[in-house]
């Protein structure tokens, strides 16, 4: 793969992600990589004294505003807060498939290319370190194992990766497959998440 993010900026160029036919609280969050030959993955470990998702991996992200005009904006505003991450910095080059997390928020993910040293710093109220996880990682099948999960009543696949003792899993693994699968044809098992049986492509 000699330029991987030519060609995930090609591939979600033409990639047609779920949008979900219901409507609910909103969340936007943010998959930044940064611009470089083996990119790297910016994943979050959450405070373990929050209220939500907490000392969970997560990509930075969170609840719209009523201020912010779309959940891209929510997804820049989120990261700039939780990682210092400035929104000018940021090359968003497409989203992936709308999700439904288990608080009941409807979560659009959006892809970003970020200069590979830019400065992160986690702001203390909410994230307790950033990790960055190199592509190359993520892709090698054997750094990841496929975790059987009961969500909404169904038991499903849903893969996960341990990263400095830490591990990807539920929500943001799911995320994270679809932009290997998309990007990268990473033929990562992804049986369909219950809430698309009640969606559609736009």
């Known amino acids: 793969m000699s330029d ?3 060609q995930l900026r090609h ?3 033409r990639h047609r ?3 979900l036919r219901t409507t609910g609280r909103e969340a936007g969050v943010l998959l930044a990589l940064t611009d470089t030959s083996d990119p790297e993955v910016i994943v979050t470990l959450r405070s373990p004294y929050l209220s939500t998702h907490s000392g ?3 990509f930075p992200g969170g609840k719209r505003d009523p201020e912010d005009t779309d959940l891209l904006a929510t997804a820049l505003r989120e990261a700039e807060e939780e990682v210092a991450l400035p929104p000018g910095q940021v090359e968003v080059i497409g989203s992936l498939g709308q ?4 608080h009941l928020l409807q979560v659009t993910p959006w892809v970003g290319v970020i200069p590979p040293r830019l400065p992160l710093e986690p702001n203390p109220d909410e994230i307790d370190s950033i990790h960055r996880v190199p592509l190359s990682y993520l892709l090698d099948p054997a750094n990841r194992r496929i975790d059987q ?5 169904k038991v499903r696949s849903v893969p ?3 990263w400095q003792g830490e591990v990807i899993w539920g929500l943001t693994a799911y995320i994270l497959a679809e932009l290997l699968n998309v990007g990268f044809d990473a033929d990562i098992p992804m049986r369909p998440r219950p809430e698309h049986r009640e969606t559609e492509h736009e």
């Open 17 to 19: 992600p779920w949008r």
């Open 160 to 162: 996960a990766w341990h």
């Open 56 to 58: 969970e991996m997560a």
């Open 99 to 102: 999700v439904v997390s288990k």
């Open 11 to 13: 591939r979600l160029q």
């Open 149 to 153: 999960i009961d969500f909404a009543g």
């Open 4 to 6: 991987p993010l030519h």
